[in-house]
């Protein structure tokens, strides 16, 4: 008996649904602390989101020159 592999795309939409909740509770986590952290909250955010860019580009194979252009 053998697993059913995923599919690129749907591995992709499974690793996005569970990152975006982390990116929240991470800044939320920042946010909330009492050692004066607040200011990597943006930082935290952007790193985020280019690396969930950079997962959709390496999905997506037809999106990837563009996207690397732009870094």
């Known amino acids: 008996m053998t697993l059913k592999r995923r599919g690129k795309i749907a591995r992709t939409l499974i690793l996005m649904g569970s990152a975006g909740p982390s ?3 991470g800044a ?3 946010w909330r602390s009492d050692a ?3 200011w990597l909250v943006p930082l935290l955010v952007f790193l985020c989101v280019t690396g ?3 997962v959709v580009a ?3 194979e037809a999106l990837a020159p563009f ?3 732009i870094f």
């Open 36 to 38: 004066g952290r607040k």
């Open 52 to 54: 969930l860019l950079l």
């Open 58 to 60: 390496a999905s997506v």
């Open 23 to 25: 990116i929240v509770d």
């Open 28 to 30: 939320r986590g920042l």
């Open 67 to 69: 996207i690397y252009a």
